[in-house]
């Protein structure tokens, strides 16, 4: 049995989505004519308040369609230094969009308003790229499956409201957040100008994320998937199980947390572990102690049957997810907890 904590995109379609796939109704969507796209977008866009959505083949395209909707060349993206848009899409904000990007050093993903205002530039200066789009990442993915606090959410949103700038979501867990704090999906999306969600990780489908946003945005950001070359086909086969997935998927993801919550608490109890912090949603990135070396304890940890990533040299992550059982855990807290150096 192989245990693999490498990330929540390693998910398979379990049988029940892989029948609501085969089912589907679908149809040229450039031509607006799958009706299973229709009815994921319709559905996302209602969950969070906003006009329309629009399926796309991956958050990264999400992500960049959104920024290249509210950005001009020259403009300046804020956002923090650990973001996804910044870290892990090649350089997207610049190749895309022409856009730079100002980067808000803070070690859990977040910022605060004076953070934010402290990297917004003087649009009079005729030396500054204008600031454009302020981009927040709920959970934080690098910072360790974080969750933004919600006054700051709601202080900078409405900042942004009142001064002209764009905000943008990029919630790929969103729903591993809303888990944990309850809060409604439409008061997220009150906050939001767009809101890019992933159907691929925690959920459990295949392929897939979903940008939502008002009219004027979506219609901008349909022209620019075109462009991007991600306007698709008979997708409804795939947009089928993101719906699974929303019907099906979210309530469970509690259970990825209090999973990975017992992953920390056997890495606290190994002398090899530095520090180890307490996990907010299903994701934990922990360090190793002195000179062993996240590559050591990545090659031991395989060679028990438990794949993970490092990601420095002396970090390493575990993510929970649908395919991670109750009996997994127990297996990989039991096999954690012999290792020696
Ligand atoms: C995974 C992820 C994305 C999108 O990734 P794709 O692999 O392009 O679907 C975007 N943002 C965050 C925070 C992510 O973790």
Redesign the pocket.
């Known amino acids: 049995m192989i245990i693999d904590l490498r990330s929540d ?1 390693f998910t398979i379609p379990t049988p029940e989505m892989l029948e609501a796939m085969f089912q589907a109704r679908v149809g040229d969507d450039v031509f607006d004519e799958d009706p299973t796209i229709k009815a994921l977008e319709h559905k996302l866009a209602g969950l969070f308040g906003k006009d329309r959505g629009l399926f796309v083949p ?3 395209m999400s ?1 960049q369609i959104a920024i290249k909707v509210h950005t001009q060349p020259g403009d300046e993206v804020v956002c923090n230094r650990l973001s ?1 848009i910044y870290q892990y899409e090649g350089g997207g904000i610049a190749f895309n969009s022409g856009a730079s990007v100002a980067l808000i050093d803070r070690e859990d993903g977040q910022f605060s308003l004076d953070d934010l205002k402290y990297h917004l530039n003087d649009s009079e200066d005729q030396h500054k790229a204008y600031s454009k789009l302020v981009s927040l ?1 709920n959970t934080c ?1 690098k910072a360790g499956g974080t969750i933004w606090q919600e006054n700051d959410v709601v202080e900078i949103s409405t900042f942004c409201r009142e001064n002209g700038y764009k905000i943008h979501l ?1 919630g ?2 969103i729903f591993n957040a809303l888990a944990e704090t309850k809060d409604d999906p439409i008061a997220v999306g009150n906050q939001f100008d767009t809101v890019s969600i ?1 159907l ?2 925690g959920l459990g489908a295949p392929v897939g ?1 979903v940008l939502v946003g008002n009219s004027q945005d979506m219609w901008k950001a349909k022209r620019i998937r075109k462009v991007f070359g991600g306007a698709m086909r008979q997708a409804g086969y795939l947009a089928a199980a993101g719906i699974y997935a929303l019907d099906h998927h979210i309530d469970r993801l509690t259970k990825d947390h209090i999973n990975i919550r017992k992953l920390a608490d056997a890495l606290r109890n190994c002398v090899w572990t530095a520090h180890v912090p307490e996990p907010q949603t299903n994701i934990l990135i922990f360090s190793i102690a002195g000179e062993i070396g996240a590559r050591r304890v990545l090659t031991e940890l395989d060679s028990l049957g438990i794949k993970a990533l490092s990601l420095s040299q002396n970090t390493i992550r575990f993510v929970t997810h649908l395919d991670i059982s109750d009996k997994m855990i127990d297996e990989a807290v039991e096999k954690i907890e012999a290792i020696q150096f």
């Open positions: 995109t991956s958050g990264t992500n996804h990442e993915n990029d790929a867990r992933c691929s990780k994320s």
